[in-house]
């Protein structure tokens, strides 16, 4: 690689783990984080131009239909970076390296940092169903 490829993988790199702190503090002061998306349990929609307020019972009756979340939803684990982290190198040190690296390139991510974070909860029931 050329330098100056290198230096554009370094401040990239450098940017990653910067995020990951401030992340981290984040979740440790009990605030959701920038990349976290925060989802209401119910989700009114109303007709265009119009807000919850000033909407009428009418409109929000033919118009508004309620989500909720599903209960499955609700009850799978939410799993950090480094809950997954742990999970795999466990399953590394049992010998089941090759197998954890064929579970992340197999939800499109060739090392964890590189895992969506929609995919945690996947890998980590691929991952505990090693041992059996």
Avoid: C, W
């Avoid at 989700?43 to 309620?66: C, N, Y």
């Avoid at 799993?79 to 090759?98: E, F, H, N, P």
């Amino acid at each position: 690689m050329t330098k100056k490829k290198d230096m554009a993988l370094l401040i990239e790199g450098l940017r990653r783990i910067s995020s990951d702190f401030n992340a981290l503090a984040d979740e440790l002061e009990g605030k959701p984080s920038i990349n976290e998306e925060v989802k209401p349990a119910i989700t009114v929609e109303t007709s265009e131009g119009s807000t919850p307020e000033k909407a009428s019972e009418q409109d929000l009756a033919q118009e508004a239909p309620v989500t909720e979340e599903s209960p499955a939803e609700s009850e799978t684990p939410a799993y950090t970076m480094q809950d997954v982290r742990k999970i795999l190198a466990d399953k590394s040190r049992k010998g089941y390296t090759d197998k954890v690296k064929q579970i992340l390139t197999d939800h499109g991510a060739s090392k964890l940092s590189e895992l969506a974070e929609s995919e945690y909860a996947a890998v980590v029931k691929e991952a505990e169903a090693l041992d059996g």
